[in-house]
């Protein structure tokens, strides 16, 4: 299996090539992507029997909602504003954790101060938990997603003001 930093170089192999789809299979996992949608679909390793007709367009309606969902908040938070220099995207497609634990202070919020190397919040992603760094030294001004939040990748998470 692929980790975490083969699958980030992929990814960024895909956005910066002319290619529209990808699909990878290694020791019976799938990876496939499609640029135009920016979704990222695993398979599991052992095909489960069900019927395609009661399955198949379930998963499909879910997909497209959370989709439409993720694309949504892309939009309202899209807007350009001049009260901030730097935006801190998702990684990767993943569920948003605002903290290391359900009863932890959240790693950051609006007034923080960040340096590159300092953690914002963790994007969990075929189980793993993936820590997201700054990159950055500022201090957030906006905080996009809520905890346990579907993510897209490249959505904004949060937005910095350079010191």
């Given amino acids: 299996m692929l980790n975490v930093d083969e699958i980030r170089e992929i990814i ?15 020791n019976g996992a799938v990876i496939a992507m499609k640029k135009n949608t920016g979704s990222v679909t695993t398979v599991p390793s052992q095909p489960q029997v069900v019927t395609d007709t009661v399955v198949a367009p379930v998963q499909e309606a879910k997909s497209e909602e959370v989709t439409q969902q993720a694309e949504q908040k892309v939009e309202e938070h899209a807007a350009p504003s001049a009260n901030y220099d730097y935006e801190i995207v998702s990684p990767m497609v993943g569920t948003f954790y605002a903290s290391s634990s359900p009863d932890s202070e959240p790693f950051v919020k609006q ?4 340096n590159a190397d300092t953690v914002v919040c963790i994007v969990e992603a075929m189980k793993l ?14 905080v996009l997603v809520e905890n346990g939040e579907l993510v897209e990748y490249g959505q ?3 937005r910095v003001k350079k010191k």
């Fill in 12 to 26: 960024q192999m895909v956005d910066k090539s002319s290619l529209t789809e990808f699909s990878y299979e290694a």
């Fill in 156 to 158: 904004p998470l949060f």
């Fill in 129 to 142: 938990f993936n820590e997201i760094e700054a990159e950055i030294n500022g201090e957030i001004v906006d």
């Fill in 111 to 114: 007034g923080s101060t960040v």
